[in-house]
């Protein structure tokens, strides 16, 4: 496709429910990335998949927060037990290959009631 | 560790320049800039390579002291749809190839 493309556009939800975010990278792009975005803030890494190698969790901020890649395409980042504090804009990213531009989604914003 | 940018908001009138700054505490490898506008997604303007020259297009250009870990974003002469929200995002040396991002500088050109 022409550009990173993300589903739902917006997601209302209510307390303890989970959630599942799609992303659809650009194609041919090896390395995809997830980062959110609170009202009024920069952006905070959350995990990182790099063709068929181990993702990088390290900023998922509890064990709520899962993602997967199949066939090294669409990602789906899931939040289980959503609370409010997870309400932002989640943002996703690919690029050609790790250590070089990232491109960007439109962002699925999340509401928790 | 968040890369620290400066100032955290600019006026400008049409016309005038403006730099923004980005300041790290860790070995970078690369910086990446971005500009966001209200509701939408960061569009990417430049990456700074370690090593690397300065980039620049147009009016954008922007600079890599990598002695320092610190980045500049030159704005010349802005225009009305240089207004949003511009963040630099670091890559570690040692962290892989995910962005740490700043908080950003809200730029607001005036006619």
């Known amino acids: 496709g022409a550009g990173v493309s993300q589903s739902p556009s917006n997601k209302v939800t209510e307390k303890g429910k989970d959630v599942e975010l799609r992303c659809d990278p650009i194609?041919?792009?090896?390395?995809l990335y997830w980062y959110r975005q609170s009202l009024g803030q920069g952006l905070e890494f959350l995990i990182y998949f790099q063709g068929n190698s181990a993702p990088d969790k390290s900023g998922l901020p509890s064990d709520r927060f899962s993602a997967e890649r199949t066939g090294g395409s669409v990602s789906t980042l899931t939040i289980q037990r959503t609370q409010q504090e997870d309400s932002a804009v989640y943002l996703c990213?690919?690029?050609?290959?790790?250590?070089?531009?990232?491109?960007f989604g439109p962002g699925t914003r999340l509401t928790v009631l | 560790q968040q890369p620290v940018q400066s100032p955290q908001a600019v006026i400008l009138r049409e016309g005038e320049d403006a730099v923004i700054n980005c300041s790290s505490s860790k070995a970078l490898y690369s910086v990446h800039w971005y500009r966001q506008k209200h509701g939408e997604a960061p569009v990417f303007l430049m990456i700074?390579?370690?090593?690397?020259e300065q980039k620049g297009h147009e009016k954008i250009s922007a600079s890599f002291n990598e002695k320092k870990q610190q980045s500049s974003l030159y704005l010349t002469a802005s225009q009305l749809s240089y207004s949003g929200t511009y963040f630099c995002g670091t890559e570690q040396e040692t962290s892989g190839s995910r962005l740490t991002f700043g908080e950003g500088t809200q730029l607001t050109v005036n006619p």
């Open positions: 194609s041919g792009h090896t390395a």
């Open positions: 990213a690919s690029s050609v290959r790790t250590r070089n531009t990232q491109y």
């Open positions: 700074l390579l370690k090593g690397g």
